[in-house]
């Protein structure tokens, strides 16, 4: 069973930059769609980003131009970079996954079967 970490949460101030990563020890995710998500306080989750086994990418009009989202070489760590970070940035970020060794594209929407734990991620002066 694929179970998804993220890590790279924390504190920052606005216009500051973190990298979150989500991996799966012990698997590689070279044929797996992901996606990041986030859930703030209150609100429901909400699509972050996508990447697909191919490596291209869709993003949520919020953080396009702001964050971006890579595979490493190995196939092993998909990373989101966020940039320019906003206080309406704060939520818990979490990775999630489908197989999905065929298509070249991805989902911003939820349907994906394997879920990380999420990481914590504040933006506030």
Request: net charge positive; aromatic share 10%.
């Amino acid at each position: 069973q694929l179970q998804l970490v993220e890590s790279g949460g924390g504190l920052v101030q606005p216009g500051g930059s973190l990298r979150l990563s989500c991996k799966a020890p012990g698997f590689t995710l070279t044929s797996y769609a992901i996606a990041w998500f986030r859930q703030a306080p209150g609100k429901e989750r909400e699509a972050v980003s996508c990447i697909s086994v191919s490596r291209g990418t869709d993003y949520a009009e919020a953080v396009k131009g702001r964050f971006r989202t890579v595979r490493d070489a190995a196939g092993n760590t998909v990373y989101l970079q966020m940039n320019d970070l906003k206080p309406e940035d704060t939520a818990v970020y979490y990775c999630s996954g489908n197989w999905n060794p065929r298509s070249p594209i991805c989902t911003l929407q939820p349907n994906y079967n394997y879920w990380g734990q999420g990481t914590q991620v504040t933006v506030t002066s």
